[in-house]
């Protein structure tokens, strides 16, 4: 019996087919996008910039150009100067001279024009306090400027730190010069308040001047007189020296006996050949032997003497010891008279010094009057406004978008 064979099955017939989807028919032009419409952020965006940017450029600008009040600014300058007058070698006889020299005057000077007790100096002499507060504290001036003007209750340390908004010091510290500019609300008062500065100022270097005069003059006084008793005492060592061994000058007499001994010792050795030669030609028994003896044995104790005084044989005081006693002192008495005129030459150089005026304060540039108006400088602190407003808004809008971005 024959089977059938096996047929592979159908696919189509197992599995039905599934056509594929139509294509999307594309539309000859695309529909319109909505209208754009500000959103609540975009209205305090534009809110902040309002008030964060506009609202203090604007304000600026009208005080700037409508209540500022101007400012003129004087300007001076001047540096210390100091004569040296050192003393001679010549005139203190050999001793090298003391001068003192005040190598930081200007370091001082500076100090004090920036210090408080000039501040209240110049409120007693010109009133401060007036002429920087006229532009809008009094009642009697219409205008008003209180950002740029000292209130008229303010106190003294008010004032202190207003100066340093008015009054503006450049020092060179190498070349000793320093610039003074000073800002007010008429031409007038900043001519007035830089006189004003540099009248103190003066009147400061004057008071260290005669500061230390005086004391140069009290230290060459007082030098003068130690002085003057060491020559007091020198000289009465030496007239007691005299008293005591009756002697005016022991120098002197040391030669004048030295000179005797050596006249002595000549006659010895003349006496001595005399005696030989006698005792020679004649007989012992000669009465001119003797007699020769004699005069031989009396020089020699006369050299003896003369010996013994000047200490070359025998005990006490010997004359060279007494001569070197007397030479120590008259060394003390000379140095003493050479620091006495030392002394006294430095002394009347303090006095010299004294009359006059040795420092000073020279002006390179007299106080100026102003003729127009340089602050305040308007264009400058509007655009200083306008950017650190567009910085602060700029960064707080930042700092807002951050957060609703971490929060969306």
Request: proline share 5%; aromatic share 6%.
């Amino acid at each position: 019996m024959n089977l059938p064979s096996a047929i592979p099955p159908d696919p189509a017939r197992l599995f039905h087919a599934v056509p594929p989807a139509p294509a999307p028919e594309v539309s000859a032009a695309r529909a319109p996008a909505p209208p754009a419409r500000f959103a609540r952020r975009h209205v305090a965006l534009a809110l902040s910039f309002a008030l964060c940017v506009a609202l203090p450029v604007l304000v600026s600008a009208w005080y700037l150009w409508a209540r500022a009040a101007d400012q003129f600014a004087s300007e001076a300058g001047f540096a210390v100067r100091r004569e040296e007058a050192g003393l001679s070698a010549d005139m203190l006889g050999g001793i090298a001279g003391l001068s003192g020299v005040s190598s930081r005057d200007t370091d001082i000077l500076y100090q004090y024009l920036t210090s408080r007790r000039l501040v209240a100096e110049l409120e007693a002499d010109l009133a401060l306090s007036v002429l920087w507060s006229k532009p809008g504290n009094d009642a009697e001036i219409p205008v008003s400027d209180p950002v740029f003007a000292l209130g008229r209750g303010d106190t003294p340390e008010d004032l202190h730190r207003y100066w340093a908004r008015r009054v503006q010091i450049s020092y060179d510290s190498l070349a000793g010069l320093i610039e003074l500019r000073v800002t007010a609300f008429a031409p007038g008062d900043a001519q007035a308040i830089v006189q004003g500065i540099v009248a103190r100022a003066t009147l400061l270097i004057n008071e260290m001047s005669d500061v230390a005069q005086a004391d140069a003059i009290a230290g060459a006084a007082a030098e003068l007189e130690a002085a003057e008793t060491r020559l007091q005492l020198a000289r009465a060592q030496m007239t007691a020296f005299r008293n005591r061994n009756q002697l005016v000058d022991p120098a002197m007499d040391l030669q004048t006996r030295s000179g005797l001994l050596g006249n002595l010792q000549q006659q010895l050795a003349e006496a001595l050949i005399a005696l030989d030669l006698l005792r020679e030609a004649t007989r012992a028994e000669d009465p001119r032997i003797e007699q020769g003896a004699r005069r031989v044995a009396v020089i020699e104790a006369r050299i003896a003497a003369e010996r013994a005084k000047l200490g070359l044989e025998g005990g006490g005081a010997a004359l060279a010891d007494v001569v070197g006693a007397y030479e120590a002192l008259v060394a003390e008495r000379e140095f003493a008279e050479t620091a006495y005129a030392a002394a006294r030459g430095a002394y009347e150089m303090a006095r010299a010094e004294a009359r006059r005026q040795s420092r000073y304060l020279a002006a390179w540039q007299a106080p100026t009057l102003p003729q127009t108006a340089e602050y305040p400088r308007r264009a400058r602190l509007l655009a200083l406004t306008l950017g650190f407003s567009l910085l602060l808004w700029g960064l707080a809008a930042l700092a807002g978008y951050a957060a609703m971005d971490r929060r969306g």
